[in-house]
């Protein structure tokens, strides 16, 4: 372009524009712009308006972290995603073996085992909250009628019982989309490699260990990835079932969040856990993301 000259847009480009225009004010609004107002809520004193005041810098990040309570929140965060996460990989494993085994009603049965991932979450935490019901729920009933105790445990009542349950409920959810994702991956395997692997007389653990696995690394990469992205983030689950009850012992971060900013109206202090949140998340994914291009360099 010469110099002087003023460029002229075609008409194609500003039809481009025009209907990227509306995706990118999306994302300014309702992603961007959250995203820098709490970053900048963590930095600043808030009113229960959650409206900034006072600069503070760091400071409600050291007084946040001060409190037992934060630390409580968050190493129980990482106790529910690992366990949560390690079980749905296990058996979502093993489910994704006998479904890709050959049998009558197969197809039947990978419909039947989609719903609880299907199904909304809030709804299937209420579901399970009914069964976890002490005087009337499906469990207590059966655990009675079958004579293996007359005192069953108040299970969403109870501590321990509650963070088990609930991490039961999660594992419950979540399975089917690990079953059905490593059976994706299990079928994109040629069966050639397991016919010549049979002729050197290799056993099915042999075929599993030598052959499956290998050949859907990537794919349990990305899968344990997402669930423990949205495991760590599950705030239906446990605030559906427990409220974080009984006395916090079910909170993790994404629930303290919640609390802090829209029961309690601590705005700064949801931020900063918010923020926290964030980077934990981040450093996961990148580290995750290294392991995962380098596993691709290796093949």
Not at 10 to 22: E, I, N, Q, R, V
Not at 40 to 68: A, C, H, K, P, W
Not at 121 to 131: E, G
Request: a positive charge; aromatic letters at 16%; glycine letters at 6%.
């Amino acid at each position: 372009m010469e110099k002087g000259k003023i460029r002229r847009i075609s008409g194609d480009a500003w039809m481009a524009y025009a209907l990227l225009t509306p995706a990118v004010l999306f994302f300014v609004i309702f992603m961007f712009y959250p995203i820098i107002y709490v970053i900048m809520m963590s930095l600043y004193q808030t009113n229960r308006l959650g409206i900034l005041m006072n600069f503070t810098g760091l400071d409600n990040f050291i007084r946040v972290m001060q409190q037992e309570t934060f630390w409580a929140v968050t190493g129980r965060s990482f106790v529910w995603t690992i366990l949560a996460v390690i079980v749905k990989t296990v058996l979502g494993m093993i489910i994704a073996l006998c479904l890709n085994v050959e049998f009558l009603g197969r197809k039947t049965a990978r419909m039947l085992f989609i719903i609880p991932w299907a199904s909304s979450v809030p709804i299937s935490s209420m579901l399970w909250r009914w069964v976890y019901d002490h005087e009337f729920g499906l469990l207590n009933q059966t655990l009675i009628s079958l004579g293996i105790t007359q005192n069953p445990p108040v299970w969403l009542g109870t501590p321990i019982w509650a963070f088990i349950s609930c991490i039961w409920v999660d594992i419950w959810i979540g399975i089917p989309f690990m079953a059905l994702v490593f059976l994706a991956g299990m079928q994109s395997v040629s069966k050639d490699l397991y016919e010549s692997a049979s002729v050197d007389g290799v056993n099915a653990a042999g075929k599993f260990f030598y052959i499956t696995l290998p050949s859907i690394k990537q794919i349990i990469f990305i899968a344990t990835l997402l669930s423990s992205l949205w495991t760590f983030n599950d705030f239906n689950t446990i605030y559906i079932l427990t409220r974080g009850g009984p006395a916090g012992s079910t909170d993790i971060l994404i629930t303290a969040i919640y609390k802090s900013g829209f029961e309690w109206l601590r705005f700064s202090d949801a931020a900063v856990m918010a923020v926290v949140t964030f980077i934990i998340l981040m450093v996961f994914s990148l580290f995750y993301a290294k392991m995962y291009f380098k596993g691709d360099e290796a093949l």
